[in-house]
């Protein structure tokens, strides 16, 4: 039993490693993508209040976007950089 144990931790570590790490979303080109600006509009059009704090390319290759909701919680937003649509929200403290 005792051999387990260490073997089901890392499998638990590599998961929650995969968790953090975000979605993915395109391998297509950026000449393909929407701009920043168009990016940052289509934030605000959506509800966010226009206060985008950072905004770049994530490692799954989408747009990152971190800001504030209607209610005033600081999000973490991952958006498809073709269509604009909203892959993943996380609320963050």
Known sequence: MRLRTPLFSMLLLAAAGAAVAG??????????????????????????????????VSKGKCWEIYGT?????????YFHPITGAIVEENVRN
């Open 69 to 77: 909701d209607k209610q005033g919680r600081k999000v973490e937003v």
């Open 23 to 56: 979605p993915t979303c395109t391998d297509e080109p950026q000449s393909k993508w929407l701009s920043e600006a168009e990016m940052s509009q289509r934030f605000q059009a959506q509800g966010y209040k226009d206060d985008v704090k950072k905004l770049h």
